[in-house]
């Protein structure tokens, strides 16, 4: 059964730092995109970040890009998501995503993704 859990978001001041992590269980991380998506309340869902399988190459929203990093530990079947310099807009649900043998677009949509994981709130406040 192909599995994804979160873990890592928490209350943290804007300019701080977190990391989240993605465990995957039940298939083989290397072969699989995995992304990342954010919903805020009253907001809509937007792709954050993704990963390819196979070449790692790595695609980022423009309101992340150069603050975030996306990165994958295969021996430990993680994928990480690094973020740097949060701001209050970057507060919301954060939620991994996974799909088998795909490669990652520059439009991070939900739809290209079949495997979800539950979530981790991310709260950026003073």
């Known amino acids: 059964q192909v599995q994804l859990v979160e873990s890592g978001g928490e209350l943290v001041q804007p300019g701080g730092s977190l990391r989240l992590s993605c465990a995957a269980s039940g298939f083989t991380l290397d072969y699989y995109a995995i992304g990342w998506f954010r919903q805020a309340p009253g907001k809509e869902r937007e792709g954050v970040s993704c990963i390819s399988s196979f070449d790692d190459r790595t695609y980022y929203a423009d309101s992340v890009k150069g603050r975030f990093t996306i990165s994958r530990d295969n021996a430990k079947n993680t994928v990480y998501l690094r973020m740097n310099s949060l701001k209050p807009e970057d507060t919301a649900v954060y939620y991994c995503?996974?799909?088998?043998?795909?490669?990652?677009?520059?439009?991070?949509?939900?739809?290209?993704?079949?495997?979800w994981g539950q979530g981790t709130q991310v709260t950026v406040s003073s």
């Open positions: 995503v996974g799909e088998d043998g795909s490669s990652c677009h520059p439009t991070i949509v939900s739809a290209d993704f079949g495997s």
